[in-house]
């Protein structure tokens, strides 16, 4: 079940398969006057609604109309469609008014497609092109059916009152799997979500070896030069100048990472567009804040280096050297 806030009133319909669930089964499509194409794709996901439901989930009409309390069992068989759906097979046409069937049986009658609404992500947030045909339940019927409801109140509070309604129309119909929408996408999302956080936990610590990595060569770049940073000083280079010279050392070489990390990243973004939704692949504050962050700290990996290098005592580095 479904539930969302709309002015405390409930609103209710019934779905064979709710938006995100993944589930349903796809069929054969035969359309109109339309010999079957050799390697052509003809199929869609078939859904069975309510008259209700699709204004329940509030799906953007693109043409046509909803189904009617009229659309019933004897009338024309009518059906609607998403935009992926009409696009695929109605590409620069208006598929409202043409005639398909869900089957290969030459006798089956056609059915009309009477509505084209806007896609709804029913494989999941992040799956595109699959098309959707809509029937409705008063002219074919379906054995597993999901209520879906919009209210003010939230799932744990209504199930009980729908529980009570349900089985006074049938005591022995069982009610079960009662969530709202926001725990069936967060289902839906659990495993990328995992994968989010383990990539999330391999970059901070790509950024600590990086960190360690820039100081430890800095260290060794200070330890080598040491003979160098104590003529300095003595020929009078004041500690502020040497530090100033180990943390140059060190930003030039993050800023060479940090390009070659931009330049990559936007090569790459067009793949990493087909792995996210509804974020850019090229998002200017992540492009802006990322490189900051890592310039600061490589600033803070070399700031140590850079304060040994200050304190080198010049007698002590001409003796060795």
Do not use: C
Not at 48 to 55: A, D
Not at 280 to 290: G, M, Q, T, Y
Request: aromatic letters at 6%; hydrophobic letters at 45%.
């Amino acid at each position: 079940m479904l539930a969302s806030k709309r002015n405390g009133t409930l609103y209710t319909g019934i779905s064979s398969n709710l938006p995100a669930s993944g589930t349903g089964f796809v069929v054969p499509l035969n359309i109109q006057d339309r010999p079957p194409q050799p390697g052509a794709d003809l199929s869609a996901k078939l859904i069975s609604v309510s008259p209700e439901y699709l204004k329940v989930m509030q799906a953007s009409l693109m043409s046509g109309r909803h189904f009617g309390d009229d659309d019933q069992r004897g009338k024309q068989l009518v059906t609607i469609i998403d935009e992926t759906t009409a696009r695929r097979f109605w590409p620069n046409e208006d598929a409202v008014g043409k005639h398909l069937k869900w089957t290969q049986q030459p006798n089956a009658p056609w059915v009309e497609v009477i509505g084209v609404i806007k896609d709804i992500k029913h494989e999941g947030l992040d799956a595109d092109g699959m098309p959707h045909i809509y029937r409705s339940i008063y002219q074919f019927s379906s054995r597993t059916m999901s209520v879906a409801v919009r209210s003010a109140l939230p799932a744990s509070t209504l199930e009980n009152q729908i529980r009570k309604e349900v089985q006074s129309v049938d005591s022995s119909l069982p009610v079960f799997d009662v969530m709202n929408m926001t725990e069936i996408v967060d289902a839906t999302l659990a495993s990328r979500r995992f994968s989010a956080t383990l990539i999330g936990a391999f970059a901070v610590l790509a950024i600590l070896l990086a960190s360690v990595g820039i100081y430890g060569l800095l260290a060794y770049m200070v330890g080598q030069r040491q003979n160098e940073i104590g003529v300095r000083m003595a020929l009078g280079a004041q500690p502020s100048s040497i530090r100033k010279l180990i943390l140059t050392k060190g930003a030039t070489l993050a800023g060479i990472g940090v390009l070659i990390g931009l330049v990559m990243s936007t090569i790459s973004a067009q793949f990493v567009a087909s792995q996210l939704y509804g974020v850019r692949p090229i998002d200017p504050e992540v492009f802006l804040s990322v490189p900051i962050l890592l310039m600061v700290v490589s600033l803070l990996a070399s700031y140590v280096p850079a304060r040994r290098a200050t304190k080198i005592d010049p007698i002590v580095a001409l003796r060795e050297g």
